[in-house]
């Protein structure tokens, strides 16, 4: 599925605050979770790269492309695959190997049909 995805980073809040805030103002607290992550190169393709991740939920393989710096110029094609493991291995296979492995904890919420997810880097 091609996705426009609409996103907001704001830096350096505390997380235990913000989770606080959040179940203060109603949100529902959805999963808290382990992410792992690699992501590939596409050789000959600047602005565009494969994603392996394992949400904890779900593992997906994906393919990200900037097109532009407007709000929606990012597009994101992803599926389902079986194995975060033997995905990465499959990958290597056909020549890719990772440029970027990557960990963080993950809370996601839900408060008035938005998702807010909570992201701590290591």
């Not at 094609?77 to 291995?89: I, L, Q, R, S, Y």
């Amino acid at each position: 599925m091609t996705a426009t995805e609409f996103e907001a980073t704001i830096l350096n809040v505390e997380p235990d605050r913000m989770r606080t805030l959040l179940a203060e103002a109603g949100a529902e607290h959805v999963v808290d979770r382990l992410q792992r992550r690699y992501v590939y190169d596409i050789p000959g393709r600047p602005g565009a790269w494969v994603r392996l991740r394992d949400t904890g939920t779900d593992v997906t393989l994906g393919v990200k492309e900037i097109h532009s710096d407007a709000t929606d110029g990012v597009t994101e094609t992803e599926t389902t695959v079986g194995d975060f493991d033997v995905t990465n291995a499959l990958l290597g296979k056909i020549g890719y190997q990772p440029k970027a492995y990557q960990e963080n904890r993950r809370s996601s919420w839900a408060l008035g049909g938005a998702a807010v997810e909570i992201d701590e880097w290591p």
